[in-house]
């Protein structure tokens, strides 16, 4: 009853995780679900590449499909987060007007800048998107023929070409720490 009654008042917040394809913005939500997990936080992934082939799937790449993308994972970040989950959402989310949008829907919101050069991007990227995109054969690829829009303050900036994925993962627990969202030690025994 008392782990029941601790996971209760544990408030929940959505991690927003954005940047380039490729820049490891999965791969930080996830090693920091897996830190959280441990710790009895409820958590959930929206995953952009998922989101897309189950709730957005007839949306394509043009700007207003890219902003209706968004606010759908944002609607469903905003439920989640409201019910005390720690939502992780891991979408490129290009444009800052649509992050702001949705930061302004969901109250508990960290947003994670997960940030790598374009070069270092295209070499890590192992499903070949980047070269079909510089071929042509994808359109509207962000970086390459669609813009991506940094955050101009983003709440974390993961340097994930000059920083290894651990300090990746303690700048973003740090941060949730900081604004309350898990405790100081409990981020002492996620280390």
């Not at 510089?134 to 900036?157: L, M, N």
């Amino acid at each position: 009853m008392l782990e029941e009654k601790e996971t209760m008042e544990k408030r929940g917040v959505t991690v927003w995780f954005t940047g380039l394809s490729g820049a490891g913005k999965t791969t930080i939500s996830r090693a920091v679900e897996q830190k959280l997990r441990e710790r009895g936080y409820m958590v959930e992934i929206l995953d952009g590449d998922i989101v897309r082939e189950n709730l957005t799937k007839g949306l394509g790449f043009s700007k207003e499909d890219r902003d209706e993308n968004i606010r759908r994972i944002g609607f469903v970040a905003h439920l989640l987060t409201r019910n005390g989950v720690i939502v992780l959402v891991s979408a490129i989310s290009p444009y800052r007007e649509m992050r702001r949008e949705v930061r302004g829907r969901i109250a508990n919101f960290v947003e994670v800048f997960v940030n790598a050069p374009l070069n270092v991007c295209e070499s890590r990227d192992v499903k070949g998107l980047y070269k079909k995109a510089r071929a042509g054969e994808i359109k509207h690829f962000t970086g390459i023929d669609d813009p991506y829009e940094s955050p101009e303050q983003p709440d974390v900036e993961c340097r994930t070409d000059l920083e290894s994925e651990e300090e990746s993962v303690e700048k973003v627990l740090k941060a949730l720490q900081d604004s309350g969202y898990i405790s100081a030690e409990e981020l002492a025994t996620l280390a």
